[in-house]
Each structure stands twice: as structure tokens, then as C-alpha cells.
């Protein structure tokens, strides 16, 4: 059974247990979604259970206009960026950094982590909507209208965040891979 | 380097962030204890003195803004951009050279969002490199942007909304959009093709 079919059997017996169920299955995707987006660290902690805490209470307020999934990540995106916001962190953009730069970096780790380091410093230098775009549709699973949803742009926006994210990753991992 | 190669390692890398079993309890356990919790409402009591100095504060900042609306912000009272793209199409038509126009002459006929959503696509058409007849808010456009490098530049000051230079409205003739480089910033010129 998927989210929503899930979501319609609570919405009809209204037992606790099917939301819980329903909240349980997006703990894991929406907290890696955000700790993707943030970093990791305690903020993650608090702004996952913020999202649920939000879903779980504004659940009726969910009309179905899109899917479940859908609904969830908006709301995380929302919140990652009300952090941003507050916090006044932001992400570094696409042109501090050089490849340079994150070669300096992985040559203090590991041989074996190196690889992973070097991955990581390089999306890490992905903006945010690049890193949004490229989570909801090559690692959430979303098609690129329901990511154009979650961002609030539309399709060809998708299309292109997605193209440039790779573009810029390809040029940073190229050397080494 | 492949896409899927490429968006095998993204997952893995994003896999990683995933919550252990432990920490997924608590927080499910955190949602479902706070969920339980009436939600406390503020008050909406607000002592008589704070209420006048928001009421006076709140009129000061309303003049003022419109002051500096007045003065500054309307495009037309700017010097070098014009007022609307009837202006513009003229500055256009009776240039002898590429003319620079404000992205606010975009701005004002579409609004910001859409602007910022016409850059996007425009980027997406730029990489084609083919002429692309649009319309937007009402008034059929054509595009020209080279090369791909100057206009995602371009794209990125345009999500910014700091750009003081930007895409150029061009109604309603074959005109052409030029991205020059100007050391660090990007103007836009206007000619006629």
C-alpha cells in the first residue's frame, strides 16, 4: 500500500496507528533530505521532527492536489529554508570553491574515504536549488513535475537545475574519477 | 563521466544521511508526544502605549516607502531605463549602436517572479541557441542569448533578484539580445537584426 492509499484508509477509520504508519515510512526520506540540504548536526534532528510535527497536524489541510510525497517535501523545503533564513546560513555558491580547493580538502582524509569526501565537498558546493533539485528526482524518486511542485517553479526549471547540477558536479569529479 | 554513474554516487553520498533506527524512534516517539499537545495560542493583548507606537510607527514607514517609491523606484524616473516597452522599443528602433535597458523594463510588465522564471527558461532556450518567440504579459518577444557560459551568469544574478542588468523586453520585432562581458557584471544590449 502506497502513502496515499494509506492516507485515504486513515483519513476514513481515523486510527492513530495508519498515521503513525504513514509517518514512520517518511521519518528516514525526509530526514535525509534535509541532513543532505544542511549538513549534519543537531538542527537536522529538530527541523525533521518539525516537518512531521507539521504534517501530522495539518493533515486535514491536505487536499490530495498532489501526491503525498509531494505535500511532505514541500513542507520540509519550506522549513530547510525558514532555517536558512534564520540562521542566516547559507551555502556556499557555485564559484567560491575550486576543484583545487577540494583536492586541498580530500588529501587529508582517508585513502579510503577519499572518494566520498571528494563527492561530498563537491555537492556541497552545489547551491541550493541545484542540491533541491537534483535530491527530490535522483535520490527521493520524484518525476521532475512533482520536484517542480515541491520548488514552486516549473518543469523546465526542473529540467534545467538538474542539467547544471550534473554539469558542475561533472567538472569537479572528472579529474579524479 | 556518465549521468547514471554520476547520480549513483549523489544517491549513495545522500544514502549515507540516513537516520539509524534509534534516532528514527525518538523522533517519531518527539512528533507523536508534541502532536498530543494542545498548541499554545499567543496572546493577542497588546498594551495601549505599544498599539499607539505600532500605529505611528507603521504610518511613518508607509510615507517614507512611498517617498521613496516616488523618487527612486519608478523606472521611468530613472535615468537611462525606460518607462515601458513602448519607450524601449523606440530607444530600440532609433539606436545607431546596441543600447543597454534596465531588467526593470521586464520587471514592470511581468513582475519579478515571472521574470525570474522567463531568465530560467530563457536559459534553457539559450542552450538550443535558436531564436525563441515568447510572449509575456501580453506582448510577443524574441530571444537571442549567447553563449550558454555568459547567460547561466546571467540566470544566477536573475535568482538573486540583485541584478541591475538583466533580460531585456523586445516586443513585437525581430530584435536580437546581445550578452556583452564587462568584467565581472554582464549588460545587456538591444539591437535591431
Redesign the interface.
Known amino acids: 500500500m502506497n502513502d496515499d492509499e494509506l492516507l485515504e484508509r486513515f483519513r476514513r477509520s481515523n486510527d492513530a496507528d495508519l498515521l ?1 504508519e504513514l ?2 515510512r517518511n ?2 526520506p525526509v ?2 533530505f534535509v ?2 540540504m544542511i549538513g ?1 548536526g543537531d538542527a537536522v ?1 529538530d527541523l ?2 518539525d516537518v ?2 507539521n504534517v ?2 495539518n493533515i486535514d489541510r491536505f487536499r490530495g492536489e498532489s501526491s503525498f510525497s509531494t505535500w511532505v517535501y514541500r513542507i520540509a523545503l519550506n522549513r530547510v529554508r525558514r532555517f536558512w533564513k534564520t540562521s542566516k546560513k547559507n551555502l556556499p ?1 557555485v564559484d567560491v570553491k575550486t576543484a583545487e580547493a577540494i583536492a586541498d580538502q580530500v588529501r587529508h582524509s582517508s585513502e579510503a574515504n577519499e ?2 569526501s571528494l ?2 565537498a563537491a ?1 556541497e558546493e552545489l547551491s541550493p ?1 541545484l542540491r533541491a533539485a ?2 527530490l528526482t ?2 527521493e524518486g520524484l518525476s521532475p513535475e512533482e520536484a517542480a511542485k515541491v520548488e514552486g ?2 518543469v ?2 526542473i ?2 537545475r538538474i ?2 547540477a ?1 554539469k558542475i ?2 567538472d569537479r ?2 579529474r579524479y ?1 | ?1 556518465q ?1 547514471d ?3 549513483k ?11 539509524d533506527e534509534t ?2 524512534e ?3 516517539r ?3 508526544d ?2 498530543l499537545t494542545p ?1 499554545k495560542k499567543r496572546s493577542r493583548f497588546i498594551p495601549c502605549r505599544q498599539r499607539t507606537f505600532i500605529a505611528v510607527s507603521a504610518g511613518l514607514g508607509i510615507a517614507v516607502a512611498t517617498i521613496l517609491f516616488v523618487l527612486f523606484l519608478q523606472p521611468d524616473r530613472m535615468p537611462g531605463v525606460p518607462a515601458n516597452v513602448e519607450t524601449a522599443q523606440n530607444e530600440v528602433e532609433t539606436a545607431k549602436e546596441p543600447i543597454r535597458v534596465s531588467v526593470l523594463v521586464l520587471w514592470r510588465i511581468a513582475g519579478s517572479e515571472s521574470a525570474v ?1 522567463f531568465l ?2 530563457a ?2 532556450l539559450a ?1 538550443e541557441q535558436k531564436l525563441h518567440e515568447i510572449e509575456l504579459g501580453g506582448h510577443r518577444m524574441f530571444l537571442w542569448i549567447y553563449p550558454l557560459e555568459k547567460s ?1 551568469y546571467l540566470l ?1 544574478l536573475g ?1 538573486d533578484k540583485t541584478a541591475e542588468t538583466g533580460i531585456v523586453a523586445v516586443p513585437d520585432r525581430t530584435q536580437a539580445l546581445h550578452l556583452n562581458s564587462n568584467g565581472d557584471r554582464f549588460d545587456v544590449f538591444v539591437s535591431v537584426m
Not at chain 2, 554516487?9 to 537516520?19: G, K, Q, T, V
Open positions: 503513525e509517518v514512520r521519518v528516514g530526514y535525509r541532513a543532505s549534519s534532528d525533521v521532527q512531521l510535527l501530522v497536524r555558491t572518494l566520498k563527492i561530498g555537492i536549488a537534483m535530491l535522483v535520490v517553479c516549473n523546465a526549471n529540467h534545467w542539467h547544471k550534473r558536479l561533472k569529479l572528472q574519477i | 563521466m549521468d554513474l554520476l547520480d554516487l549523489f544517491r549513495e553520498w545522500s544514502m549515507d544521511r540516513l537516520p534516532k528514527r525518538k523522533i517519531l518527539n512528533v507523536f508534541e502532536s498548541v522564471e530560467e527558461d536559459v534553457l542552450e547561466l544566477d535568482i
